[in-house]
T-cell receptor, first 116, second 111 residues
Framework: GAVVSQHPSRVICKSGTSVKIECRSL??????MFWYRQFPKKSLMLMAT?????????EQGVEKDKFLINHASLTLSTLTVTSAHPEDSSFYIC????????????FGSGTRLTVV | QQQVKQSPQSLIVQKGGISIINCAYE??????FPWYQQFPGKGPALLIA?????SEKKEGRFTISFNKSAKQFSLHIMDSQPGDSATYFC??????????FGKGTHLIIQP
């Protein structure tokens, strides 16, 4: 089956520093990858959509200069939270999409970011 | 504007009972309707999904019922078990444009 690996699972960083989160599709090529943010006991909110080799498309209200997305290959997308602040603390989840073998959307295990 | 409305927000069911969660959508262009299960600190895992050309889909103890005219779909969990206690999300998408999630249902199965 489709597997998406997300690292790190937890990260604590100081205010003002940057943090990179990786999302890899292990056994399939993802035509599109998505990044979501989830607050405690809340639903997932789509932040941005990325396609390999092109610029990411950000949802309304998401700062593209703060949340940098790079989709370097069909199996790897990264989210970099730049100049992190405590309000950026959240659970970030990636998802990879592929029509091959009808995988649809497969989610990573998430990254708990805490900014202190 | 919330495009996918999910209810109830929380649900308590006795072991062996049927858990029913409902969702309603507004955008008739949606063509994919999955249900996800999420445990604390984990990413959502796909349970079952349906496309609008089918009215019902069953996989093991999980069934999706889909009513296109009413723009509603529901998840039924038969013979609910304590291990089913989790948060459940319905979602909808248009092709590969990303998922729009409902607000989630916190399900507790009492032994």
């Amino acid at each position: 089956g489709a597997v998406v690996s997300q690292h790190p699972s937890r990260v604590i960083c100081k205010s003002g520093t940057s943090v990179k989160i990786e999302c890899r599709s292990l056994d399939f090529q993802a035509t599109t990858m998505f990044w979501y943010r989830q607050f405690p006991k809340k639903s997932l909110m789509l932040m941005a959509t990325s396609n390999e080799g092109s610029k990411a498309t950000y949802e309304q209200g998401v700062e593209k200069d703060k949340f940098l997305i790079n989709h370097a290959s069909l199996t790897l997308s990264t989210l970099t939270v730049t100049s992190a602040h405590p309000e950026d603390s959240s659970f970030y989840i990636c998802s990879a999409y592929s029509l091959v073998a009808n995988y649809g959307y497969t989610f990573g295990s998430g990254t708990r970011l805490t900014v202190v | 504007q919330q495009q996918v409305k999910q209810s109830p927000q929380s649900l308590i069911v006795q072991k062996g009972g049927i858990s029913i969660i409902n969702c309603a959508y507004e955008n008739t262009a949606f063509d994919y309707f999955p249900w996800y299960q999420q445990f604390p600190g984990k990413g959502p895992a796909l349970l079952i999904a349906i496309r609008p050309d089918v009215s019902e889909k069953k996989e093991g103890r999980f069934t999706i019922s889909f009513n296109k005219s009413a723009k509603q779909f529901s998840l039924h969990i038969m013979d609910s078990q304590p291990g089913d206690s989790a948060t459940y999300f319905c979602a909808a998408s248009i092709r590969a444009d990303g998922l729009t999630f409902g607000k989630g249902t916190h399900l507790i199965i009492q032994p």
